[in-house]
Every structure is written in C-alpha cells, then in structure tokens.
C-alpha cells in the first residue's frame, strides 16, 4: 500500500507480521510465551525485569528516591531487551502476563509478591515503605494525577511517538490527532502547576515520578526529536517543574538504570549496588 493510497479494512482483520515497521515485533495479537527463558534473581528483597523506558524509569527513580531517604529498599535491576524478545520468555510472562516492562517481584515477605503495571508497582512500594504518598488528605488529588498518567500517556507514546517518530511512513492525519492531543494534555499540567512546584502538595510524590519520565522528558526536548515540533518551550511551568525533577540526584541516578542509549557513562545496564554507579556503567565495561 502507498502511503497515500485509501485503506479499506477486510472484513476480518489477519495479523501480517511483516507489516509495521523495525517495531513490528514488540507486539503481536496472543499472549503467553514464545520461548522458556528463566528469570535471573539476585541477592535483595526486590527483582526488577526492565528497561529505561519512560515507564521503566519510574520505577528505578522511584527505588532510588526510597534510598536516598533512608529506606530498606535495595534492590537488583536485571536488562529485559525488548527488542530481542525477552519479555516473551517463560520467566518474564510469569511475572508480567501482559509480557511489558516493568516488572518486579517482592521477596522482602514471607510469600513473594509478583507486581506489573508501572503504576501498580509504584504505589505497592509507596505504601510498603510509607513514602511519597503525600498527606492523607492528599491522597484523591495524587490518586487522580497517577490514574490521568497511566491514562494519557498511551496517546503520547504509543499514539503521538508512534506515528511521529516510528511508523514506516509518515501520515498527516495521525500525526494531526494526536499531536493536538499531546498539546492538550502539556496545557494541563501547565496550568496545574502555574505556581506549584510538585504535582500535589508541597513535596515530591509518585505522582511526579509517574508524569515526570513522560512529560519531563518531552518538553526537555529528550522525546522523538519533538520539542521544535510541538512548541514545548510554551508551557513554562512544566518545563520548571521538569528541570527541578531532573536535578535530583536521586532522579539523575535512576535514570540511568537498564538504560542503552546515549553517552555510555550514563548507561547502567544492570544495578546491583550503589556503587554499580561508580564502576559498572558502560564507559567502564566496554573500556
């Protein structure tokens, strides 16, 4: 099909798997695994399968950020290279049957506790360790900010992202709809935090570590080469509140965990300590 030929859809749609570009095989109609592959484990209460991914990066800011605070929440952060499926082994679809990172298991009880879903794992850790969550009275407004994030960034990835950055051809109409949509959803979180510095209250919450790697990230022009594109630079409140997330230490740190891409003293493939940061990114290894 030329990309400006009209489409008429069969009246049965047949997966073609040779249809969709260089990301063709991140994703396919049936669940389940493709191949026995178990899980590596390693000392700490908490396993972690993931890639730094936007919503990968929630989780290890959020494991860094309870450490930085003092709290007992050490943990191994192993790869999961999507690409090369391994979110389809038998090990990963056992923890997450929805085979997408992240996904962690909690070893710190008597039973282990499997937990998938970036937002699900982020409020399982925040009530296990009592932090981030806020004050109580609090707690409908960042409830309702994570639930808007888990809701809306699908139209920024895998809508906006997607068709913008991905897709083998570009295409007016999806580009259109969903850039609108991304704008929409920048104008209100600027308007939200027009003289705030966090999403809710006067602290940071998972509220801002759940928006921040998706929001954060695009208008720090860091997102699909897309700050030109969407005007980013106009919602200025966002992009202070991005800066002051950013220049966390905690943040910075997380950031850098399972990531491989860019500068290679910024990737991290696997933590395992604290001192992983020291002498086991990827500048170290490969030199």
Do not use: C
Request: hydrophobic content about 40%.
């Amino acid at each position: 099909m030329s990309e400006n030929a009209p489409y008429t859809p069969p009246k049965v749609w047949v997966w073609d798997k040779e249809n969709g570009g260089k990301w063709a095989g991140l994703n396919r109609p049936i669940a389940g695994p493709t191949h026995h592959k178990d899980l590596p484990r390693g000392d700490h209460p908490f396993q972690l399968y993931s890639l730094a991914t936007p919503n990968g990066v929630k989780v290890t800011v959020m494991f860094e950020e309870l450490l930085a605070a003092g709290h007992a929440a050490e943990y191994d952060a192993w790869l999961i290279r999507i690409l090369d499926g391994d979110q389809f082994g038998s090990g990963f679809t056992d923890v997450n049957p929805n085979s997408k990172i992240p996904a962690l298991m909690d070893y710190s009880g008597q039973t282990p506790v499997r937990v998938f879903e970036s937002g699900a794992i982020l409020m399982h850790l925040a009530e296990k360790f009592g932090a981030f969550l806020g004050r109580p009275e609090d707690r409908p407004e960042l409830l309702s900010w994570l639930m808007w994030q888990m809701g809306s960034a699908p139209y920024l990835g895998g809508g906006f992202g997607h068709f913008y950055a991905y897709a083998p051809f570009a295409q007016e109409y999806p580009i259109n709809r969903f850039a609108m949509e991304v704008k929409r959803q920048l104008d209100v979180l600027d308007r939200h935090l027009a003289g705030r510095d966090w999403m809710v209250g006067n602290e940071i919450t998972i509220a801002d570590i759940a928006i921040a790697p998706w929001y954060g990230r695009l208008v720090r022009g860091e997102a699909y080469d897309a700050g030109e594109f969407l005007s980013v630079h106009d919602y200025k409140n966002v992009v202070a509140w991005a800066e002051r997330f950013y220049a966390r230490p905690a943040v910075q740190r997380g950031a850098m965990v399972n990531r491989t891409y860019g500068p290679l003293e910024g990737q991290l493939h696997e933590r395992h300590s604290a001192d992983n940061f020291l002498n086991r990114t990827q500048d170290k290894i490969d030199g």
